[in-house]
């Protein structure tokens, strides 16, 4: 392997070409004429405009990627996350034009892009799943009577879903019909597919997931757990690893499930099994992610690996290093997603030039970026700008680097995720570990944000008046 194409945008396509340039790799680098001023574009060794903005007319279009990749002579193509990199189609195409897809065979990527494909395969491995109907719902009468047994709330699903699109909550038998037909709606315009079941809908969970690598020969080892529980519109904007709440038992439990589950597919690279764990630390199987997560680098941070790298060896054909035994947990890492979002205004996207933007540095401070100064966050894609990653020994030590890395980070023209992030990182609940995916719902709300700046803002008003006096003062001095 000499030459690899990413097909990709944003932070995910540099984070890829760093490590293929770290192993003497050759990149090639698609955008979209929106893209050209991009960072992965500069940091490719080649760059080839694929099309227009909307993601349909460039990231989206395989055949013209795997076009260019046998033009340019590519050995491999790595298709990071989102767009093309859970595409069943996309895979095999590579495969039938002797170009390695960087990720797990298409027979993996298919069970596990159908939530009911993928629990109708785990069921014979005797992993806990959460209470519901493993199958489409057809008939309302018998979905509605499955309902009343497990309890209300519950939660109807896309089957194809993902990045938290295609759920809603059912508070009772009353809404359940038009919940569902909404449901049916939107699965059916966001992924091409109106398959949709039910869950019983669990009260106050922690997200856990299980992050494992697979090698050609039937070798899987998991790299220990990564919490995500805060999120907003059931999206992950927090990440740390270790979780707080998991003890080495349970921890062992679920990396002997998370196994099984890469086994029942024959999963081949690096990918993802995600659990929810109730109050009560029972846990239940969610869904697998058959690619490279947003927040790979709290596992990278804490097991000193390189993912991409190992995803790269991988797909080489060579063997793991290393053994289960081998690995060990080394200190604590927390993520934070940086979004184009306005956390006073409902998340919603924040789209705008970027008249400033410096990142943090220093020792336990890592930031994944995929955009610069003077550029225009576009509207076509997912407002995801950037990663603050901090490391340290403790969880209290690395949620204090992650405080003074967010007063670091200097963004003006759009709004951002990180004064929430600072908000999380200074509330008790997540100081002392307590918290489950209802954070934002029960203890984040706009008015405290803003309070919280504007007092901050009276702080900065003070102590710049403290300092023109001591000023005024300094220059009296000579009279
Ligand atoms: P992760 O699953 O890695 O924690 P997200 O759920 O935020 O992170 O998804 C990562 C990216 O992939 C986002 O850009 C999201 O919009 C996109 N994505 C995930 N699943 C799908 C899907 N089934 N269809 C379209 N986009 C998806
Ligand atoms: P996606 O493919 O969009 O990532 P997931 O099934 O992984 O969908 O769920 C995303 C998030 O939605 C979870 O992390 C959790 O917060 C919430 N969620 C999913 N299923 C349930 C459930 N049965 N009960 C409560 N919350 C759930
Ligand atoms: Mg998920």
Request: proline content about 4%; glycine content about 6%.
């Amino acid at each position: 392997m000499k030459k690899i194409l990413v097909a990709n945008r944003g932070e995910i396509a540099v984070r890829i070409m760093s490590t293929a340039k770290k192993m003497g790799l050759k990149t090639v680098a698609i955008y979209s004429t929106i893209d050209r001023n991009s960072p992965h574009v500069k940091m490719a060794d080649e760059a080839v405009c694929i099309g227009e903005g909307p993601s349909n007319q460039s990231y989206l279009l395989a055949d013209k990627i795997i076009e260019i990749a046998k033009k340019l002579q590519v050995d491999a193509i790595h298709p990071g996350y989102g767009f093309l990199s859970e595409n069943v189609d996309f895979a095999i195409a590579c495969e039938a034009n002797s170009i390695t897809f960087i990720g797990p065979n298409s027979h993996a990527i298919e069970i596990m892009g159908s939530k009911l494909a993928a629990k109708e395969t785990v069921k014979a491995y005797n992993i806990p799943m959460v209470p519901g109907l493993d199958e489409a719902i057809t008939d309302i009468a018998k979905a509605k009577k499955v309902a009343n047994t497990i309890g209300f709330p519950v939660l109807i699903k896309a089957s194809a879903g993902g990045g938290g699109k295609g759920m809603r909550i059912v508070e009772d038998e009353s809404e359940f019909e038009s919940q569902m037909n909404r449901a049916i709606s939107e699965a059916t315009n966001a992924f091409g597919d109106g398959s949709v079941f039910i869950e019983k809908y669990i009260a106050s969970p922690r997200h856990i997931e299980i992050q494992i690598l697979a090698d050609q020969f039937g070798n899987i080892v998991h790299l220990f757990e990564r919490e995500c529980s805060i999120q907003r519109r059931h999206q992950k904007v927090i990440e740390e690893a270790p979780s707080s709440v998991l003890s080495d038992t349970i921890r062992k439990q679920m990396g002997e499930a998370a196994i099984k589950v890469a086994a029942s597919c024959n999963y081949v690279g690096a990918g993802t099994v995600e659990f929810l764990l109730d109050e009560n630390l029972n846990y239940y199987f969610l869904e697998m992610n058959t690619r490279l997560q947003v927040e790979h680098p709290v596992t990278e941070s804490i097991t000193g690996l390189d993912l991409v790298e190992m995803q790269i060896c991988i797909a080489r054909g060579e063997k793991l290093p290393f053994q289960q035994s081998d690995l060990k947990i080394k200190g604590h890492a927390i993520e934070l997603r940086i979004y184009a979002e306005d956390p006073l205004n409902d998340f919603l996207p924040s789209i705008g030039f970027l008249e400033e933007y410096k990142l943090p540095n220093g020792k336990g401070i890592r930031v994944d970026n995929g955009i610069d100064e003077g550029m225009d966050v576009p509207i076509y894609y997912d407002p995801m700008l950037a990663k603050l990653i901090t490391y340290a020994n403790t969880r209290e030590e690395a949620i204090q680097l992650m405080i003074n890395a967010i007063h670091n980070y200097k963004v003006k023209g759009i709004s951002t995720t990180l004064s929430f992030g600072k908000f999380v990182m200074e509330h008790n609940a997540f100081k002392e570990g307590r918290y489950d995916t209802n954070f934002v719902k029960k203890y984040y709300n706009s008015e405290l944000l803003k309070k919280q700046h504007q007092e901050e803002a009276e702080i900065a008003a003070y102590i710049a008046l403290q300092k023109y006096l001591e000023d005024q003062k300094q220059l009296k001095l000579p009279n």
